[in-house]
Nanobody
C-alpha cells in the first residue's frame, strides 16, 4: 500500500504562483510513476503532469511552460510548481502514484487539495 498526502493548495490571483507537495509513505519502492491530476467542477479528472522513476516528465498542453513537476526521492515527495496561474486552473488537484505489475496497474490517490485562481 502507498499513502499520499497533498498540501500547498489555496487561493491565488491570476498570474500568481503556488507549489503543491505530495508526501508518499508505505511501499514507495514499488512506485513506477507519480502524477498530478485535477478535477474542476462539472468536468472529468484530467492528467496535469507526470514523472517516472527515472525522471522523465510529461505535461498536459494546457500547462506546458507554466507548471513544473519534480520529485525528491530522499524526501519521498513530489512537487508541482505552478506559475502564471489562470482562472481555468481552478480545480481540486490530486496526487497519484502508479505501480505496474505485469499487465496490471495499481493506482493510489491522495485526498486532493483545492486550488482557486481568482481573476
Amino acid at each position: 500500500q502507498v499513502q499520499l498526502v497533498e498540501s500547498g493548495g489555496g487561493l491565488v490571483q491570476a498570474g500568481g504562483s503556488l507549489r503543491l507537495s505530495c508526501a508518499a509513505s508505505g511501499s514507495i519502492f514499488s512506485i513506477n510513476v507519480m502524477a498530478w491530476h485535477r478535477q474542476a467542477p462539472g468536468k472529468q479528472r484530467e492528467l496535469v503532469a507526470g514523472i517516472s522513476s527515472s525522471g522523465t516528465t510529461t505535461y498536459a498542453d494546457s500547462v506546458k511552460g507554466r507548471f513544473t513537476i519534480s520529485r525528491d526521492n530522499a524526501k519521498n515527495t513530489m512537487y508541482l510548481q505552478m506559475n502564471s496561474l489562470k482562472p481555468e486552473d481552478t480545480a481540486v488537484y490530486y496526487c497519484n502514484a502508479a505501480r505496474f505489475l505485469g499487465a496490471a496497474t495499481y493506482d493510489y490517490w491522495g485526498q486532493g487539495t483545492q486550488v482557486t485562481v481568482s481573476s
